[in-house]
Nanobody
Framework: QVQLVESGGGLVQAGGSLRLSCAASGSIFNINVMGWYRQAPGKQRELVAEITSSGSANYADSVVDRFTISRDNAKNTVYLQMNSLKPEDTAVYYC????????????WGQGTQVTVSS
């Protein structure tokens, strides 16, 4: 099992910035992909960004050029730097991890609330 603990959410005005962190523990060997998803009220959970252990990143179109995902493999931690935040970025943000070996997951954190006021 992999445990994921997020931190860094909060309330920010439009145009502001927040940095989310997610630390993995437990069966952390062979975690190849870590990422962030979000779920707004009444909407499905969607991918925000993900990054492989080699540093290859993938972003949702809605956050390109505003959000940056990074990863510290030594600390088993993934970060999401969110700049130029918009009210539509308001959601619960969930950390996600997938392993390259059984049990692959996905594994989820408990979520952290991000609220952007207009």
């Amino acid at each position: 099992q992999v445990q994921l603990v997020e931190s860094g959410g909060g309330l920010v005005q439009a145009g502001g910035s927040l940095r989310l962190s997610c630390a993995a523990s437990g069966s952390i060997f062979n975690i190849n992909v870590m990422g962030w998803y979000r779920q707004a009220p009444g909407k499905q959970r969607e991918l925000v960004a993900e990054i492989t252990s080699s540093g290859s990143a993938n972003y949702a179109d809605s956050v390109v050029d505003r959000f940056t995902i990074s990863r510290d493999n030594a600390k088993n931690t993934v970060y999401l730097q969110m700049n130029s935040l918009k009210p539509e970025d308001t959601a619960v943000y969930y950390c996600n991890a997938r392993r390259s070996s059984f049990p692959r997951g996905p594994y989820w954190g408990q979520g952290t609330q991000v609220t952007v006021s207009s």
